[in-house]
C-alpha cells in the first residue's frame, strides 16, 4: 500500500480519486489548497503526487516546480482538462512524472499511479545501494613487494581506461573484492556507487532476473517491474563475484551484454543500453573450467581483457608487517584505543605460516590478537597455536612438492599424509617430545596423536629414545 497525496479544488474529483485509490489498496491524503500541499508531502512523504492543472490559489505548474525543487524524487501526476500539447510538454519538461487527460477512467488513473510508484520505489532501491557503497570506508592495497607493485600498476591503468572488463582471480582471501572497489574508486566512475553481484549466491533463474532485472508479470511472483544489477550499474561499474558459478545459459546471455552492452529484461522486449564496466573475480582456474565444458570459452575471452592475478599470501610475506601495521592501526582507530604490535618473534612466525586463508586470515588473527592480549605487544606465544596447527612454512610444502615431482621417493601414501608425518615430527621435535603440548599445537586429540604416533613407529619413521 503507498500513500498517494492528491490535490484538487474540486470536493467530488478528490472523493472520486480517493475512491479509485483505495480500489487499488493505496491511501490517499487529500488537500483542496495546493498552498497545504508541500507540508503535506514533508508529512506524510507519498510515493506521488497527483495534482490538478487549474487551481485558484496556485496552479499545478507551480504546485509541481515547489514539489520538485524540495522532493526531486516524488513523482507529481498533472491532471488537465485542457491537455494540449504544450501544456504537456511544459510539464514533463519541468519533471512530472506524466499527465493524465480528464475526464478519465479510474483504471487509467490507476495504471499511471502504479508506475509512479514503481519508479519511486526504484529510485530509493538506488539511493540505498549509493548510501551503503558510501558508509564503507574507502579501500585500500596494503603491500610494497614485488607482486602487490605489479598488481598496483596493473590497477593505475586499467583505472585510466574506464570500460575495459577486468578478470581478477586469486584464491579465497587475497583480496579480489577489494582490488575490485579500488579500480572502480579510481576511474572515471568513482561517481557512482560500484553494484556488485554474487553468481554463486544465487540459482540460475534468479541470477539472470538479477542481472537483467524483469517486467511486471515475467513470471509467478514478478508482481512488479524490477530492475536488475546492469541497470542499476549504469556509468558506474558491476563486480560479478565468482563468476565461474553462472550456468551456461546465463553465461550466454552474459556473452551478449559484454558485446553489445544491450539486454532485455526477462519478460521484457525493449532492449535496454548500458554503459557499464564489468569487473569478475574468480577463484577458480577458469581455463580449467573451459576445458572442462563448465565455462563458455568466447565469454572467457571476453572477461579475461584485462587480467589480474593476485598471489596467495604466502608467496608475498613481504607484506605482512605492512598488512599487520594496516589491520592493527584500522582496529585501534575502530576501538579507540592505542595501537598493538605484534613482537619480532611473532612477526617471524607470521612469515613462515602458509596462510590458506590469505589476506582474510591474517585479519581475523590481528582481530583475535587484540581481544585476547592485553598488553601493547601481542606475542608469539599466542598466536602460535593458531597458525601452527599446519605448522609447515611455505617453502617446506615448495620444497616438498618439488620433491615428489622430482622423483623423491615419500614412505608411502600421499602428499598430504607425508606432509602430516613431517609436521608431527617437526612439532614433537620443538616440544622435545611432550606429547600434550605436541597434540595441542597440532589441534588434535592426545589419543588420535598416540595412534599417528604407534604408526610411525610401525613404520620405522621414529625411533622412541
Ligand atoms: N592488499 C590488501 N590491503 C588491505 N586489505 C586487504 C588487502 N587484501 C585483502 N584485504 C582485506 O582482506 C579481506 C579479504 O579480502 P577480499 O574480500 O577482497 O578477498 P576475496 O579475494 O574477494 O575473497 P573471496 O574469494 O573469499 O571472496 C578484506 O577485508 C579486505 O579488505
Ligand atoms: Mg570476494
Known amino acids: 500500500m503507498a500513500t498517494i497525496l492528491v490535490v484538487d479544488d474540486k470536493d467530488m474529483m478528490r472523493d472520486s480519486l480517493s475512491l479509485a485509490l483505495a480500489r487499488a489498496g493505496h491511501k490517499a491524503v487529500t488537500t483542496a489548497d495546493p498552498s497545504e500541499a508541500l507540508g503535506l508531502v514533508r508529512q506524510h512523504r ?17 504546485l509541481l516546480q515547489r514539489i520538485r525543487a524540495e522532493h526531486p524524487d516524488t513523482p507529481v501526476i498533472l491532471m488537465t482538462a485542457f491537455a494540449t500539447i504544450s501544456t504537456a510538454v511544459q510539464a514533463i519538461r519541468l519533471g512530472a512524472f506524466d499527465y493524465v487527460q480528464k475526464p478519465f477512467e479510474a483504471e487509467e488513473i490507476q495504471v499511471v499511479v502504479e508506475r509512479a510508484v514503481e519508479h519511486g520505489k526504484l529510485v530509493a532501491e538506488n539511493q540505498a545501494f549509493r548510501a551503503n557503497a558510501e558508509a564503507t570506508p574507502p579501500k585500500v592495497l596494503v603491500g610494497d613487494g614485488r607482486p602487490m607493485q605489479e598488481v598496483q600498476e596493473r590497477i593505475r591503468q586499467v583505472a585510466a581506461s574506464s570500460s575495459a572488463t577486468v578478470l581478477i582471480s586469486g584464491e579465497s582471501g587475497t583480496g ?15 561517481g557512482h556507487p560500484m553494484i556488485c553481484l554474487n553468481c554463486a549466491a544465487l540459482p540460475a533463474n534468479l541470477l539472470e532476473s538479477e542481472l537483467f532485472g524483469h517486467e511486471k508479470g515475467a513470471f509467478t511472483g514478478a508482481d512488479k517491474l524490477r530492475k536488475g544489477r546492469f541497470e542499476l550499474a549504469d556509468h558506474s561499474t558491476l563486480l560479478l563475484d565468482e563468476i565461474s558459478e553462472i550456468d551456461l545459459g ?16 526477462v519478460g521484457g522486449n525493449v532492449t ?11 577463484n577458480r582456474n577458469l581455463l580449467d573450467w573451459v576445458k572442462q565444458g563448465k565455462f563458455r570459452e568466447d565469454l572467457f575471452y571476453r572477461l579475461n581483457v584485462v587480467p589480474i592475478v593476485l598471489p596467495p599470501l604466502r608467496d608475498r610475506v613481504v607484506d605482512l608487517p605492512l598488512l599487520c601495521e594496516h589491520f592493527l592501526a584500522r582496529i585501534a582507530a575502530r576501538d579507540g584505543r592505542p595501537q598493538r604490535r605484534f613482537e619480532p618473534a611473532a612477526l617471524d612466525l607470521l612469515q613462515k605460516y602458509h ?39 611455505a617453502p617446506a610444502i615448495h620444497d616438498f612438492a618439488v620433491g615428489m615431482q622430482a622423483g623423491e621417493a615419500g614412505i608411502g601414501g600421499g602428499v598430504l599424509e607425508e606432509l602430516e608425518r613431517r609436521t608431527i615430527l617437526k612439532v614433537l621435535e620443538k616440544h622435545n617430545g ?28 621414529l625411533v622412541e629414545s
Open 272 to 282: 535496454q543500453n548500458v554503459d557499464v564496466r564489468v569487473i569478475a573475480t574468480t
Open 355 to 393: 596462510w590458506p586463508g590469505n589476506v582474510r586470515e591474517l585479519e581475523n588473527i590481528c582481530e583475535r590478537s587484540v581481544v585476547l592480549e592485553n598488553g601493547e605487544m601481542l606475542r608469539a606465544a599466542t598466536i602460535s597455536p593458531w597458525i601452527a596447527t599446519i605448522g609447515v612454512s
Open 434 to 461: 611432550h606429547r600434550l603440548r605436541t597434540s595441542r599445537e597440532l589441534g588434535i586429540g592426545l589419543r588420535t596423536l598416540g595412534m599417528k604416533l604407534k604408526k610411525l613407529k610401525d613404520e620405522g619413521v
Open 46 to 62: 507519498p510515493s506521488c503526487v497527483i495534482t490538478d492543472l487549474k487551481m485558484p490559489k496556485m496552479d499545478g505548474i507551480e
Open 176 to 190: 579480489k573484492e577489494n582490488v575490485a572497489q579500488v579500480i572502480h574508486s579510481q576511474s572515471a566512475r568513482a
Open 250 to 265: 546465463t553465461q550466454a546471455k552474459l556473452l551478449r551484454v559484454l558485446q553489445e552492452r544491450a539486454f532485455e529484461r
